[in-house]
């Protein structure tokens, strides 16, 4: 299929790494029977993902990098110790974590404990699946691609729930219904977000939306912003990130349904959180940010180099929230996801099927006019979030400017230290 | 077509052989000196309950609030199953489709909004 997008179908153009892919599948099929390259061809997509952009994120940017990040942001140094800049802490961490004993409660339950991991890794190897890298690098391009996406996102809160019930300990238990209740609780706006999604591109499958990004020249953040910011929040609650890591907070609950895991396993569940980050920052990269092209700019540069790093800084905007942000409380959390995302979520969904409407019947489906629509959902977006916070209670004139005393502010103060009287 | 959701299936092995693998080298590195000895120790495999035995079952109560969640988390679950093939499709099929649709929307908002004057979303 020739694409206008690559200068050639030769080998050596690395500019697709299908070109190579094709090259080895070709000469294997001379000599394999055609079932066994079906395999390799598979095997070797996921090797080429894996080289490309899963170990590099991972160990640079997921492990050392957020640690590195997140020590300058609180003031310390992060790893400095394990090889140049500490650039060696990974490794050293995952052969920490494979020597390490692996402890099993005696009151555990062994079948469930042990396939939790398992079940916690797959889904996120799977989700890689649909991720298109490249016009033509991508494992399965199936039409399908988002509910694809959503339906396997949703697995691991099952194998946490296993873990939380299969250990057997109380904190495990807490831990694992308030990590149910939270993904649950903010699937509903994420969803009904992609929904607007869907609505303008007309397209369920990823590799198509991000052709729909690039004939238009617009990116989905800038026409549907209200989408673009109730998915990144979303995401956020639902993957555990410290400001809404209820499920895990230590000052609560030990550490959630990880307290009876050690060793490896623990490992799996550590690194497959920041595998699942990954994940959703390429599948933001994809959907709102464009993909795999960059206005013009993916003839020159390598596909799959942009949106690797499309995802790389999407990922270090979860470093920074989680850096910078403090632990909300499980009612807060609650509540915003069904008293504040939800409804604005539904007005988002309202607003958007009228500008398809108006797109299809008044402008004659004409494309260009996709530029009409950007100011709109800009003003929008901030209308409606600051008149419903407005309508929820939301009240910034009054918030102090400065330092008050506590009584002042109407506080309590024992010990009889009342009426601005300085006691010794 | 049907063979890009083969080669999901096909991944989805090697998805589940990686973890597995990473756990079985785990526990193969016991037997080539390279991993402690476990020592059975029944305080040391007791459940951990901040450092003092444990007391009591594990499956406590907790909040009914979960209930509440989940049951409203299925109303919208569903409702958004029946809401893509109408994203989809709503352009071509006009005025009538879009007015369907929200108001299907707009009906099941009448549920959260009886929710949450029933208190149902009070965290307390």
């Known amino acids: 299929m020739p694409l206008p997008i690559l200068a050639t179908n030769n080998w050596y153009d690395f500019r697709d790494l299908s070109n190579f892919s094709r090259l080895i599948l070709e000469n294997l099929d001379k000599i394999l029977p055609h079932g066994i390259v079906y395999v390799v061809a598979v095997l070797l997509g996921f090797v080429a993902s894996f080289l490309i952009f899963v170990l590099p994120s991972q160990l640079i940017v997921g492990v050392y990098g957020e640690r590195k990040l997140i020590g300058r942001i609180q003031s310390r140094y992060g790893p400095n110790r394990v090889g140049p800049f500490g650039l060696l802490q990974p490794i050293a961490d995952a052969v920490k974590l494979m020597q390490k004993e692996s402890l099993m409660p005696l009151r555990g339950d062994v079948i469930v404990m042990n396939i939790a991991p398992l079940i916690f890794v797959a889904p996120c190897v799977l989700l890689f699946a649909v991720i298109p890298f490249g016009p033509r690098m991508i494992i399965g391009n199936i039409p399908s691609a988002l509910i694809y996406f959503i339906a396997v996102s949703g697995l691991p809160v099952l194998a946490a729930f296993m873990a939380g019930w299969g250990s057997d300990n109380k904190y495990s238990l807490f831990g694992a219904m308030r990590i149910v209740a939270m993904s649950i609780s903010y699937e509903v706006p994420l969803v009904l977000a992609l929904l607007g999604v869907v609505l303008f591109t007309g397209t369920l499958s990823l590799q198509g939306m991000v052709f729909w990004q690039r004939d238009l020249n617009i990116w989905i953040a800038f026409a549907q912003p209200l989408s673009f910011a109730i998915y990144f929040i979303a995401v956020g609650a639902e993957l555990n990130r410290t400001p809404t890591d209820i499920a895990e907070a230590e000052s609560e609950i030990v550490a959630g349904y990880l307290t009876e895991y050690s060793g490896m396993k623990w490992g799996l569940f550590y690194g ?144 009889g230290g009342a009426k601005g009287e300085t006691r010794p | 077509m049907l063979h890009e959701y083969g080669n999901i299936g096909i991944l989805a092995i090697i998805a589940l052989i990686f973890p597995a693998g990473a756990v079985v080298t785990s526990w193969a590195m016991t037997f080539m000196g390279m991993r402690p000895k476990v020592f059975q120790d029944p305080v040391k495999k007791d459940t951990y309950e901040c450092g003092v035995r444990t007391e009591g079952e594990s499956l406590v109560q907790f909040n009914f609030r979960f209930y509440y969640i989940a049951l409203l988390f299925v109303l919208f679950d569903v409702e958004i199953i029946f809401l893509f093939p109408w994203a989809l499709e709503m352009a071509k099929l006009g005025w009538r489709a879009y007015f369907e649709g929200l108001g299907f929307v707009g009906i099941l908002s009448l549920g959260i909004l009886y929710a949450w004057r029933k208190r149902a979303l009070e965290w307390r």
């Open chain 1, 272 to 415: 497959m959180d920041i595998g699942y980050a990954l994940a959703a920052s390429a599948f933001a990269a994809t959907v709102f940010l464009g993909g795999w092209s960059f206005f013009g700019l993916d003839k020159w540069v390598p596909p799959w180099l942009i949106i690797v790093t499309k995802t790389q800084l999407f990922y270090m905007i979860f470093i920074w929230t989680r850096g910078t942000l403090p632990r909300l409380r499980v009612d807060q959390l609650m509540a915003f996801a069904w008293k504040f995302m939800l409804p604005i979520a539904i007005a988002n969904l309202f607003v958007l099927a009228t500008e398809r409407m108006m797109w299809v019947r008044a402008f004659d489906a004409d494309l260009k006019f996709v530029w009409v629509f950007v100011p709109i959902n800009l003003l929008f977006t901030a209308g409606v979030v600051f008149a419903w916070a407005r309508f929820l209670g939301y009240r910034p004139e009054n918030t102090p400017r400065k330092a008050r005393l506590v009584n002042q502010a109407g506080g309590f103060i024992p010990l």
